[in-house]
Structures are given as C-alpha cells and as structure tokens.
C-alpha cells in the first residue's frame, strides 16, 4: 500500500496543534458511543446465552475438583509418598476416615471420576464405605483394609492418585484424542484397543471437508444463475432454494433414507433397469456415503445463499468491462467476477465447514456405524455416559478447530476484504 | 446499402440495424449511420431513446436482431466482444474494485501478453495522460468520482484502440468537474487521433466536444449534422425543441412563396417563415424560433415579421435578460435581451414590439411531443 500521507516528516497536525490521528478519534468518538449504546442488549443477550455457557464449558472440560474435595485427607498424605512402594499406615489412615466421614455425594461423584482414571476404583470405594465402619474400629488401618479388600494392597491403584491430585487437569483433553497420563505423568498413547476419537476427529473433518467441498461446486453455479436470472424465474429457483428450509429436518431424512436405502428407490431402479445385480445393491445408507449426500443436501442453502447475497451486488458491467478489455468470457470470469465473488465462497465455506464439524442428526440417523462423528460423541457422554469433562473437553477442541478456522478466513478473505473499501 | 463498403472514411457502419429486446417493441428501428475515422460522434437524446443500445451493440454485449454492423469494412456481427478491440467507458465505469487502478490498467494489457515493462511504461504514460500518477496503489473505491472517470478514459485507451466507446462518462459528476473533463476528453481525441462513439444526454456537452451529431429520439434518428448545422438549422420541431431554447408557434400554411412560405398561427397572426418541412398551402405547421434571433423595437422595415408585445415578466441572468411576453396569442414567448448598454431597460407589462427575419423563423413539421 502506498502511504496516504504527503507530508516529509512528523505525525500530521490539524489547525489547534493536536495531532490529527487525536482529533480523528475524538470526533469519531460520540458516534461510536451512540453506536455501543444500540447493540447493549444485543451484547447483554449474547453474555447470558452464548459467552456464559462456553466460559463454563471451559471451565469443566478442565475442572478436576471432584476427588481433591471428596479425599482431602488422602492428597496431604499423598505428598510425602514416594509412589512406588505401597503407602505407609498415615495414608491408609487418611482415605479411610475420607471415606468414613466425606459426603457420601461427594464421594459418589468422585468414584465416577476416578473410574476413568483406572476401572476399579468405583467398586472398590463403594464396597469399603460399607464394610469398614462394621469391621474396622481403629488404627492401625493398613493390614485390615487389605483384608477386606486385598486391591488396597495393590499400588497401581495409589498411583492413580496422581493423576487426579491437581484441581486442573487436561485429562479430559487427552482422552478426546486418545492419550492419557501414566503414573508419572508423562503423556501416552491409549492401549491399541481404547484408541477411538483419533480416527472420529479424522473423519469428521474428512467428512466436513468432503461436504463443503460438494456444497461449494453445487452452490456455485445455482447462486450465479440466481444472481444473474430474470426475476421470474430466479424467484421460482428461490424458492426451490428455500424449500429444505420449511421441510422438518426428518421429513428430509426420511424422505433420502427412502431414496438411497438397500431396497430404496435409487437401487430399485438400477436392479430394475439391469445396471445392478440384485446381490450387489449399492450400500448408500447407514455408511460414509450417506451421511455424505444427506449432509450436502441439508447444508447447501447455508452455502447458496451467502454466495448469490454478494454475487447479486456485482454488476453485470464488470463482465462486461473484461470482455471489452480483450478477455475472453473464462478468463473474464476467473479474473474479475471470480475474485469479486471470494467473501461469499469465504463466508459459505466457513459455515457450512462449521456447521457440518458440529453435526450430529444426519450421523446419528443415517450414519450407521462408519458414518457417527466427533458430534455423536458428545451427546453420547452427555446423555449416555454422563461423562462431561470429556464431552467439554471434545465442545473445547471443536471450538477451538472453528475459531483456528475462522482465523485463517480472516487472514486470507476478510483482511483482503477490507482493503477494498 | 447505397455505396460500396470499402469507403474508407467509414469507420463504422450501421446498417439498416434494428433491435428488439422482447420481441414486441422496436428498441432502434431502421438505423443507418456512418462514422467517420478519427471523428467524435455524439448520440444525443432523451432517455430510453435507444443510445446505450446502440453502443451495446457495437461493442458487442447485445446482437442486433436485424441488420448488419461494420466495422473498418468488415462486418462484426459474428465477432465476440474481446476480439473487437473497441475501448469503453461504462456509464457507472465499472472499474474493477478488487484491483488498483495499476492492475486495472495493466488488465487489457495482460490479457493481450504484452511483457512486462512494457505494460509497466503504457500504464505509467496512461496514467499521466489523465493526471493521476501518484494514485496508480489505490483502489478505485478510494478515489472521487472525476478520479474514477478519468481512471476509466485511461483504462479505455492504455491498449490503443481505434474507437472509443463513452456511454454518458460525465453524468455522475458535478458541472464545474463536467465541464473539466468534456475539455480534457475533447483534448484527447485531439491528440490520439481515436474515433469516439459518445453518448449523452446533456445537450451543451453534445455541442461542445462533438463534430457531428446524431439525434436520437424513440430509436430512429432524428437529425445528423454538425453543431452548428442543428442548432441554426434544426430539420424538424423534435430537434428544434431538443436543441436549446426555442419558441413555437403552431399554425397553418397559408401560401408557398419558393422558399420561403406564409403562415397563419393560431393566435391569427400572419408570419413569413423559412419552408423546411412543410410541402403545400392548408399544411399543419410548427414555426420555431431561436429567443436570441428576436429583435425588440427593430428599426421599422427591417424585418418582414414585427408583432406588438406586452412584457409579462423579466428574469436577470448576468449576461442576458430572459424576457417571457405575450406574442400573436401565445403567453410563453421567450426572448434573450444581451445586458449591453445600448438596450433600453424594460419593465413587465411594458408594450414593445418584437420582430425577426424569416430565415430564422423555420416552418417545420408537426411537433407532436409534450
Ligand atoms: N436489457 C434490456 N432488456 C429489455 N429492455 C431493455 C434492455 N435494455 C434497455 N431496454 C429498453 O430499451 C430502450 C432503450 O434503452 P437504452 O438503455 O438504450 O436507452 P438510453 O438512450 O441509453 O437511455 P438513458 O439516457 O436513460 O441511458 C428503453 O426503453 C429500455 O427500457
Ligand atoms: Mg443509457
């Protein structure tokens, strides 16, 4: 860019003596004020539904409080341990009045955590809350916890603790992608069998990708004859456009599982026309595939409409303009309307990538078992498993996929934008 | 076709070009119109009058539904757009604005792979040409209005083009920056030796800029001629009216007398007119006459048409008085009084008397506009 400023030397002054970048501010300041003022309640409403819940969203995905509240006793303990051999009698002692005097919801919530961190623990605790009140009346605690359950004498289950000593962890973070601390706290990789969201957060970006790059190549021509049709019949394509819109997002559904099931309509007609043998139907349904075609399907008005909205403000002039300057029509369009039409390609690929990253509908319906995504996750350990640090934990990496996402946007399209205007 | 094609003074030829958008209406109807190389041609008429089309046309954004255009010789029909090698100045400009106004300039350059430092030097002298060096970074988003137009003339000749197209390049600006550019346009079609098809409505720019003109009314032309020729000699009562001030008369054809003719107006007084467009005696007629050619209290003798007036009321315009009177029953009579000491100061409701040769009082047809 070149400089807009004429003068050799110096910040520029207006007739007062204040610099002018001063003077500028202030006399914008008024408006800007008048101006924040009228998007107030739109800010307040955004805090409460939006900036609210994705603070405490945060905030769980990471919360690692349940155990340091319900063994107290235990981690002050913990500390002088060398957490190799097995703990000397003072530990002993402290989980057992822990699980003898605590909460016992307190104690619930945190068995379920410390679940996670090694299978066990849960029953373990459980069983303990109602035997050592009977059988234990005083120290010394170690020989006769281990009596009544000999996994108290089993140190991989103390060294666990660790794990789960610190108020914050980002376990739940390692396991969204298959990781998980051993007992010194180093980072490793799940056992070969655990491993699943590795491969889920790989096919759900395959997926998204593979949907918006189908939403844009169909967008694009439907959004330019949209743009660029006499009215009559640009309305009617409109509305053609808009009508997923009004249709229920099952009835949508239903109607392709109708259209591309084993015996649907699609592999009907090709076993009946003789393309197909009937043993070789085309799976289409409850796979990749499906999830696929019903996914562009539903998403691509997200990716027309922001498209023609900024092709509809191109004038045909510059088409024109090109030709006349010697372009032919291809290159006419690749160098000047093309370009022109980038912050609506921008914009609709941004949506329909997010939208699709975060679905989970169309999987859960249509899916099957190769087509459920990082989406079905969360619900599942938010209405299934009711494990929600690990659910946050997955919401956090999403988001934090969109907002890199949006990042990127900006630096290639928006940035571009703005030096248009 | 009247002559051979190969005239070579004509640049461009319409012939007998007609143009329908809905197949229902003649947008141009019946259009033959020959320009000139290195000439400026002005299309002027009111609007929807088919000007832009014709252009369209031209340049090849719109085929004509019958008849043939040429181009030096050779017929352009079949021939898309970017092979016609036409410069145009759009009426909005349509300046790319995703691109500097270096980028925009350097465009048909590009496209025509010249190299590099060459494009570089053309868009440089371009941009010198229309006195914008130092704005070759910006974006046309970033620039006036008149900054802009003229980004567009540079950008319509950088790649030297035998004819330019202009479609009303001024309208959107304001009358001082106007009458700027119309020299600044004038003065390079001086120097390139370009011939320029320009559109306008405004008739002093057609006046000014153009060596001939072409007057347009509901797509059939109306008048072609020279400045001078239209306004002192208008063919008929469309271009009368459309060119400058003119006062009618609406009246009868008494007697034809060679040239010239007698005509009773329907306020009943009888004028000696110059025939134009009228044949016989009982033709309908419409006399019309430039304000500046009437006379107050001529010398008796001096005119052959001398009518007793009554000054209605007087408009001071600097260097001229507009004086609307009350003649042969007509109440809107306008005459241009020069403010020259010599000329006695009138009052509304004075009683004078105008009069006018019959050369400038021209019996034409039928005015059938508003
Ligand atoms: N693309 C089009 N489709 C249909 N009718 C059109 C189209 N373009 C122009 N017309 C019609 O053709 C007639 C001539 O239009 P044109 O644009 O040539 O007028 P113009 O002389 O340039 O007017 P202006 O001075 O307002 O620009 C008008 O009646 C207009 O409504
Ligand atoms: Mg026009």
Known sequence: MATLENTASGPLLTADGTPLKVSLARSLRRSKLRGALLVLPALLFLIIIFVVPI??????????????????????????????????????????LDITTGEKYTIGKATTRMNYEKPGWRSLIKKSG?????????????????????????????????????PQTLGYFLNAVDRQYDANKHVIMKEKERRVYVMLWWRTFLLSLIVTVGCLAMAYPVAHLLATLPLRYSNLLMICVLMPFWTSLLVRIVAWMVMLQNNGVINSTLVWSGILDDENRLPMMYN???????????????????????????????MRAAQNLGAPPSL??????????????????????????????????????????????IAYHMQKSLNWGLAAAMGTLLLAAILLLYWVYDRIVGIDNMRMN | MSSGTTE??????????????????????????????????????PSGSGKTTCLMMLAGFEPATHGEIYLDGRPINAVPPHRRGIGMVFQNYALFPHMTVNENLAFPLQVRRINKNEIESRVKRALEMVRLSEFGARRPGQLSGGQQQRVAVARALVFDPKLVLMDEPLGALDKQLREQMQYEIKHIHD????????VTHDQSEALTMSNRICVFNEGIIEQLASPTDLYERPNNAFVAQFIGENNTLPGQVTSVNGNHCQVQTDGGATVEALKVNVNASGDRTTLSLRPERVEVNPEPGKFPNVFDARVEELIYL???????????????????????????VLQAGDSVKFGWSAEDCRALDVYQGA
């Open chain 2, 8 to 45: 070579t003074d004509n640049y461009v030829r319409f012939d007998a070009v007609q143009k329908s958008y809905d197949g229902e209406s003649l947008v141009i109807k019946d259009l033959n119109l020959d320009v000139q190389r290195g000439e400026f041609l002005t299309l002027l008429g």
């Open chain 2, 318 to 344: 600097g260097d001229h008085i507009r004086t609307r009177a009350s003649v042969c029953g007509q109440t809107d009579f306008i005459v241009k009084i020069p403010n020259a000491s010599e000329h006695a």
């Open chain 1, 288 to 318: 990749f595939t499906g999830t696929v075609i019903v996914m562009i399907q539903i998403l691509l008005p997200f990716m027309i409409l922001p498209i023609y909205s900024v092709m509809k403000t191109i004038p045909p002039s510059y």
């Open chain 2, 191 to 198: 120097n390139l030796e370009v011939t320029v098809v320009y």
């Open chain 1, 130 to 166: 109602r035997k050592f009140k009977k059988k234990i009346k005083g120290p010394p605690y170690r020989d006769a916890m281990i009596k009544i359950d000999k996994r108290w004498g089993d140190v991989t289950f103390w060294q666990t603790l660790g794990a789960m000593k610190d």
């Open chain 1, 55 to 96: 603070a405490q969203l945060l905030s769980r995905s990471v919360d690692d409080t349940l155990v340091n509240r319900a063994l107290p006793r235990t981690f002050v303990a913990f500390e002088s341990w060398d957490r190799q051999s097995l703990p000397a009698e003072a530990m002993f002692e402290a989980i057992f």
């Open chain 1, 332 to 377: 006419a369009f690749l160098k000047v309307y093309f370009p022109q039409t980038l912050p609506g390609v921008g914009a609709g690929v941004i949506l329909v990538f997010i939208v699709a990253i975060g679905y989970y509908i169309t999987p859960e319906l249509v899916g099957g078992k190769d087509g459920q995504l990082i989406g079905n996750m």
